[in-house]
């Protein structure tokens, strides 16, 4: 399967704690995005990157939320000290570059914080 | 108010009846518009992306946008039960896509 792939599918943590997921985008798409999801919403826009580079951060990813995306190819999202209000589906996903309206998603983290 | 509307549904029909679903947007700048399918737990899935105002079909989905009203629908023929999911639509302004999401709507099809 050549899709976007993203691990864990399924964390549970502890309210202050950190986590980290990981997204691998399809092969040659030079373009990855982070949404959240929350149940009944449609999917919001955190960051994206082309290639490494970081792009824009939308103002829903305060500073507990970082992403890194090294030497282009997969990426991470840490969110440092969890709250409860942090539980969501985490979507990663990626686009070709040049079309880039179609942007390819993977299955999502679902991050559960008790 | 949001930037896209869209109806929560659920939207209930018997297998075999067309399925209708639409958004309404505020911003103009809007210039790509796509529906994706979103099955429950699972990543949402590109249907169907359309540039400009008119009509595309893609075997059972047709898909329409009228900027003049800042209206786009997705129409769904011959449903079936498989068809059941969440539909979302997106859209954005600029080349490099940051999309904006409705909330998406529930489709129930019955056998």
């Known amino acids: 399967d050549t899709g976007v792939s993203q691990d864990p599918r399924h964390k549970i943590t502890k309210r202050g704690q950190n986590v980290t997921f990981r997204c691998d985008p399809i092969?040659?798409?030079?373009?990855l995005y982070w949404y959240r999801q929350t149940l009944g919403q449609g999917p919001e826009f955190l960051t994206y990157f082309q290639n490494e580079a970081q792009l824009e951060k939308s103002r829903l990813l305060s500073d507990r939320f970082s992403a890194e995306r090294p030497k282009g190819s997969f990426s991470t999202l840490e969110i440092q000290r969890t709250e409860q209000g942090d539980s969501a589906m985490y979507l990663c996903?990626?686009?070709?570059?040049?079309?880039?309206?179609?942007?390819?998603f993977g299955p999502g983290t679902r991050l559960t914080v008790t | 108010q949001k930037e896209v509307e869209q109806d929560p549904g659920p939207l209930s029909v018997p297998e075999g009846a067309i399925v209708s679903l639409n958004c309404t947007y505020s911003?103009?700048?809007?210039?790509?518009f796509m529906w994706y399918r979103q099955y429950s737990r699972k990543g949402p899935e590109l249907l169907m992306y359309t540039y400009s105002s008119g009509n595309k079909e893609d075997g059972r989905f047709t898909a329409q946008v009228d900027k003049s009203s800042k209206y786009i629908s997705l129409f769904i023929r011959d449903s079936q039960p498989s068809d059941s999911a969440t539909y979302l639509c997106?859209?954005?302004?600029?080349?490099?896509?940051?999309?904006?999401f409705g909330a998406g709507t529930q489709v129930v099809v019955t056998p």
């Open positions: 997106a859209m954005t302004i600029d080349s490099w896509g940051k999309f904006q």
């Open positions: 996903a990626s686009s070709l570059g040049r079309w880039d309206y179609e942007q390819y």
């Open positions: 092969s040659e798409h030079n373009r």
């Open positions: 911003n103009s700048a809007f210039q790509y």
